[in-house]
């Protein structure tokens, strides 16, 4: 059964940076279109990365310039870079295909931007 497993997150101040990643226990992770999404107790889950088979990336307006998603596929790892963080930036970041697939959600990592 295919896992993907979160890390990366944490607390740190507005305009500070962090790198997500998301490591999957099988390369199916490097055969789908993946992406981050970011959920908060009063917004429902939202993508904020995606990165397409062949490669290349996408990004809502409110990240655009500031986060980046990458793939390694040696390590069956997705990343994202993300870059003068912002309060409102704060969630639990999942990773998932893009579209989300139910079976694929993890226990997702926690951003907490504040000062």
């Known amino acids: 059964q295919v896992q993907f497993v979160e890390a990366g997150g944490g607390l740190v101040e507005p305009g500070e940076s962090l790198t997500l990643s998301c490591t999957a226990s099988t390369s199916v992770i490097n055969l789908l279109p993946m992406a981050w999404y970011r959920q908060t107790p009063t917004k429902q889950r939202e993508w904020v990365a995606q990165?397409?088979?062949?490669?290349?990336?996408n990004y809502p307006d409110s990240v655009k310039g500031r986060f980046t998603i990458s793939r390694d596929t040696a390590k069956n790892t997705v990343y994202l870079q993300m870059n003068n963080l912002r309060p409102d930036d704060s969630g639990l970041y999942y990773c998932?295909?893009?579209?989300?697939?139910?079976?694929?959600w993890g226990q997702g990592t926690q951003v907490t931007v504040s000062s």
């Open positions: 998932n295909s893009h579209p989300p697939t139910q079976k694929y």
């Open positions: 990165i397409t088979r062949p490669e290349s990336t």
